[in-house]
């Protein structure tokens, strides 16, 4: 006879406290400005993924409520059924003219787009390679297509390479899934080289922007546009080779959601194909009015993605000057301080809570086993002041754990 379920759970909960990895809730109060208050104290907020503070900004806000004004709360169905609003398709037109696509997809998160777009795509029989350090949504997404799954690293991609001649006679198609910015390293996938092997080997890229919008590209459109404006790839190459484009709503763009960019023949597609689309209700009113507002305050200010991008360079190299462990040489707003040890991430995550700055502290499953990490967002409202507070707590915890 199996165990009582009462004690399944509790043995389950003991292992994960014995590793030092049980997770507990908190009550987070975000204030706007780059502010939180926490436990009745208010701290900077270095933990969030609003790269730009649009969350509580009052022209988004008030875009959110003019939208639920006007729509009412919610999408009350299937965007198949009933639950395509006036307000869905006005970001859907504004998201294809920023993205500077045939037509765009919306779907209730980040997650359900990615999912939901590669378990529509990819067919049992292809092949699908997957960086290792892809979001869980991606993995999900491969595992679930019944497509065959390979895993790279895109730090080695002669290897990908070796793979991808191996199977060069391969009847099914052929894909490539990553992510652009890697969320919990910070790094940028190598696009240019990844749409070379494409062209080369003749797959298909799907990427995820979900970290880069809103703060790569001229105004925010991702770091595929990144790659197209720098003139480092043929813009037609990139345009055959990276046919999928997944992006959020709920990072730079402070709202929820997600969506899928690309032509109409593949919107269509997705429309009748993928499951959490056609079988969840639609993003919320709201959502789309906010997500909408956000996109017009980063074509107006282009400046905003330049200015956190220099402060992340900035911060990175004064972090790394004094001897601490960062994962890449990139200027995404993602900075990954690696301690290793469980216990001494969450030792300093808590150090830095007494300071006045909050910030992820990221352990095993989530990242792999001895990377355990600080996590440290940055925002375009983070003052230069604030930066330099929070890099002097960092240099004072590194020195005292050195003596």
């Known amino acids: 006879m199996a165990e009582p379920f009462s004690e399944f759970v509790q043995r389950q909960l003991a292992t994960i406290q014995t590793e030092g990895l049980l997770r507990k809730r908190r009550l987070v109060e975000p204030l706007g400005e780059g ?12 933990s969030s993924n609003d790269y730009h503070g649009l ?5 988004v806000i008030a875009a959110a409520c003019e939208s639920t004004r006007t729509h009412g709360l919610g999408a009350r169905a299937s965007v198949l ?61 491969c595992r679930l297509s019944g497509g ?10 002669d290897a990908l390479e070796r793979q ?16 652009t910015v890697f969320g919990m390293d910070g790094v940028l996938a190598p696009l240019a080289r990844l749409v070379e092997l494409a062209e080369q080997y003749d797959a298909t890229i799907i990427c995820d922007e979900a970290h880069a919008t809103g703060v790569y590209g001229s105004t925010g459109q991702g770091a595929v546009t990144e790659l197209r404006e720098s003139g480092h790839c043929d813009a037609d190459l990139i345009n055959r080779r990276i046919a999928v484009r ?3 709503l709920s990072k730079s763009l402070g709202s929820q959601g997600g969506f899928v960019a690309g032509s109409a023949a593949l919107i269509q597609l997705l429309w009748n194909t993928a499951r959490p689309l056609m079988f969840s209700t639609g993003l919320s009113v709201a959502a789309c009015g906010g997500a909408a507002a956000a996109i017009r305050i980063l074509q107006d200010d282009p400046d905003r993605c330049s200015r956190l991008r220099k402060s992340s360079v900035e911060f990175r190299q004064t972090l790394r000057d004094a001897g601490l462990t960062l994962l890449g040489d ?11 040890d469980p216990d001494r991430t ?58």
């Open 148 to 157: 065959s799954l390979r895993v790279f690293r895109h730090s080695e991609l």
């Open 164 to 179: 991808l001649q191996k199977f060069q006679s391969h009847q099914g198609r052929r894909w490539i899934v990553t992510e």
């Open 330 to 340: 990139s200027d995404s707003p993602i900075v990954s301080v690696v301690l290793e």
């Open 35 to 46: 502010r939180c208050r926490l436990n009745g104290r208010e701290l900077w907020d270095f």
């Open 55 to 59: 969350a509580n900004h009052r022209e």
């Open 81 to 141: 059924i009933s639950g395509w609003t006036p307000a869905h398709q006005a970001l859907r037109d504004q998201l294809a003219t920023f993205e500077a696509v045939e037509d765009v997809l919306l779907c209730s998160s980040g997650y359900a787009a990615c999912q939901g777009a590669i378990a529509a795509l990819v067919k049992p029989g292809d092949l699908v390679f997957c960086d290792r350090l892809n979001h869980a949504c991606l993995i999900d997404g």
């Open 246 to 248: 997944v992006g959020t």
């Open 346 to 403: 969450m030792n300093w995550a808590s150090e830095l809570e007494v300071a006045g700055f909050l910030v992820g502290a990221i352990r095993p499953p989530t990242v792999p086993h001895n990377t355990a990490r600080l996590r440290i967002s940055l925002s375009s409202v983070h003052s230069p002041d604030v930066l330099n507070e929070l890099t002097q707590v960092l240099l004072k915890l590194h020195e005292t754990s050195h003596v």
